[in-house]
């Protein structure tokens, strides 16, 4: 079978445009036959038809109050000089709230202004108008009115106004049925044993529960190897059972990548690449007047395409049109770099330091699911721009709410497990509360408070001739700035290596032998500066150790790096080898602090913080990790 590439590179919108007008023409959008639903089971659900009131509701006068139901006449005249006595069961009859309105009576006292001078007379001191006190039939409702247009989505307090009106049952779309085909020969099941070259099936939940949330079935289909007439054979099965179709992974150009090839020959395939980034080779095709969409099989790319071109459709095939982003105006952290021609969605952490909100850039990878989980929000880059320098303002679309933002403290510098479990005590002690890290470096996370765009920074940067931390460096990059340095933990570093450590390592001078592969971290971060210090110490040239110029921006990316074989070694913290069950040898005890300018000292971001450091529940946690000392955890160390 003669295969082909991307057939366009197409700007987003355009391409949606396309497929819309085509699947348009064919009718594959209008909503399916409208079916009858209780109303108390309409939550969710699409009107197919205005809903129109049965009854009026109150469908009676009656009181709104406890009181005495009078004619309003009869009270006329009365006042504190000429009180007007009623006989109770002639002219003043008891009511309870909701009861209805005794014949003859236009009005009611409420209990509170009734004066008994007799066990059967009150007395008044005041006249009532008609109505009073007394709801109407039709006040909340008149029989035949509408309640409800078409092409609404069903809320709570509208199965209440249903009923409420004698409405018991209504017409509404029905939900679209979306098919999920997950294809690739690696692909296992969730809990499924795992070995090398396995990966698990997780796209088809994750994109299911989208579509679920936007109201759609998903019909989540099983794995499909990757073969060109399997592939076909569960894109025409599924053609069969959905409204739309979604085929994950297989849409690229690849020696396995059979998706677009089976859809064109089903059907016609209209679109195949975009200029997006990521997601780039997407598919827009359609089968037997059905939409089929091919989505890359990595889980950002598969996530952003769902949501540029699936959820169109789903909400053309609801009767409604998909809700506007919420989006807020940030500033950019640092420098954004974008390829000219490509439009690309970068995710950002994002949190209120002084009077901006701050977007800090993160992983970038089609493959980081994390990414998203760890998002706030994020940033689209025009596909004729070249990216954002520091400090530019941009738009960002919220994933969180404004009001969480506000209410996050963002820590940028050093990577440190404890920074984890601060989070996580954070948000059990103030639930309004968030902690934002972003993981740049100690270096990073200075210059970051000298750019006023957090209100800490993680460090842990050693001054080589005097030994003490990060003090030095304070004064030179944040000269003029009055500052905090609070302690957080002491730490263990040393070098992290292969459980049972196969290698024989037993130091640094190790690592430049012949065959032996290290990891490193980032220019700027910390860890980096300890392992120069000690290389130049111990009079080891960097260019003799292989692997040097291989960095992770993390203590757990280097563990992860030597637990999968990528590296034999690699500068780090004992927690990070605990935590993956991998061999450790220790070189120094380090100080990792928390620079925190004076301005925010007293605000609730670092209060907070001081609060939770101080739990003994949270020292307990950190502990546990291995490693670590708390003796000075939340001890100023210096002030400027």
């Known amino acids: 079978m003669k295969r082909k590439v991307y057939l366009d590179d197409l700007p987003w919108e355009e391409a949606l445009e396309r ?25 969710g659900r699409i009107t197919a038809a205005p809903v129109y009131a049965r009854i009026s509701s109150p469908h009676y006068h009656a009181s709104s109050m406890d009181g ?26 008891p009511v309870d709230t909701g009861d209805p309105l005794p014949d003859g009576t236009d009005a009611v006292i409420m209990i509170e202004d009734i004066h008994y001078v007799q066990p059967d007379i009150i007395e008044i001191i005041q006249a009532v108008a008609p109505w009073q006190y007394v709801r109407v039939v039709g006040e909340d409702v008149v029989a035949t009115e509408m309640v409800l247009p078409s092409n609404h989505r069903v809320r709570p307090v509208d199965i209440g106004a249903f009923l409420a009106s004698g409405v018991s049952h209504l017409y509404v779309y029905p939900r679209p049925v979306v098919a999920l085909l997950p294809t690739g020969t690696e692909l296992v099941q969730p809990g499924a044993d795992l070995k090398p070259g396995d990966i698990i099936e997780y796209n088809s939940r994750m994109l299911g529960a989208v579509v679920e949330q936007w109201g759609a079935i998903a019909l989540r289909k099983e794995i499909t190897i990757d073969d060109f007439e399997s592939v076909k054979a569960s894109v025409a099965a599924a053609v069969e059972e959905a409204d739309l179709v979604l085929v994950n992974a297989g849409s690229s ?11 064109r020959s089903l059907g016609k395939v209209l679109v195949h690449g975009v200029a997006t980034k990521p997601g780039k080779p997407v598919i827009l095709g359609e089968v037997n007047g059905k939409p089929v969409v091919g989505v890359p099989g990595y889980p950002v790319s598969a996530y952003i395409s769902l949501d540029l071109f699936v959820k169109p459709l789903v909400f053309q095939k609801m009767g409604v049109v998909p809700p506007e982003p919420y989006m807020i105006e940030a500033t950019v952290s640092r420098k954004l770099f974008s390829n000219l021609g490509m439009e690309e969605f970068i995710r ?14 993160i992983s970038r990878g089609a493959g980081v699911l994390m990414s998203l989980v760890r998002a706030d929000g994020m940033i689209r880059v025009p596909r004729l721009s070249e990216g954002y320098n520091t400090g530019e303002t941009v738009m960002v679309e919220l994933f969180r709410t404004p009001e969480e933002i506000e209410e996050t403290t963002v820590i940028i510098g050093s990577h440190d497990l404890a920074l984890d479990v601060l989070a996580n005590f954070l948000r059990q002690k103030y639930p309004v509360a968030t902690l934002s890290s972003a993981h740049v ?8 408070l000298k750019r006023g765009e957090a209100h800490c920074a993680g460090t842990h940067l050693l001054d080589e001739e005097t030994g003490e931390y990060n003090v030095s460096y304070i004064q030179r990059l944040l000269s003029g700035r009055d500052v905090v340095l609070v302690n957080l933990v002491h730490r263990e570093q040393g070098l992290i290596l292969a459980k049972g450590n196969p290698r024989g390592i037993r130091g640094l001078e190790d690592m430049t032998r012949q065959g032996y592969t290290y990891v490193n971290r980032q220019r700027g971060a910390g860890t980096r500066i300890l392992l120069d210090y000690y290389l130049r110490e111990k009079a080891i040239d960097p260019d003799h150790i292989h692997g040097y110029e291989y960095e992770e921006y993390t203590h757990m ?38 620079c925190i300018p004076a301005e925010y000292w007293d605000t609730p971001y670092i209060k907070r913080l001081l609060e939770v450091m101080a739990m003994p529940e949270f020292r307990e946690e950190v502990q546990k990790l291995g490693g670590y000392d708390l003796r000075d955890c939340g001890k100023v160390m210096w002030r400027s």
């Open 557 to 594: 990316g280097v563990a992860a790096a030597v637990k999968a074989g990528a590296a034999d070694a690699g500068m780090g913290i004992r927690a990070a080898a605990v935590a993956l069950g991998l061999d450790f040898i220790r070189i120094v005890e380090e100080r990792y602090d928390l």
């Open 68 to 93: 005495m139901a009078v004619r309003s006449s009869d009270t006329h005249g009365a006042s504190e000089t000429t009180p007007k006595q009623l006989k109770v069961g002639q002219e003043a009859v």
């Open 348 to 361: 950002v952490k994002l949190g209120k330091v002084g009077e901006k909100i701050i977007a800090t850039p």
């Open 253 to 263: 150009a690849g020696s396995e990548d059979f998706t677009a090839e089976a859809i």
């Open 441 to 448: 470096g100690s270096f990073g996370g200075l210059s970051a």
């Open 19 to 43: 497929f819309l007008g085509y699947l348009k023409e064919l009718g594959a959008l209008s909503p399916g036959r409208p079916e009858r639903v209780s109303a108390e089971n309409a939550l």
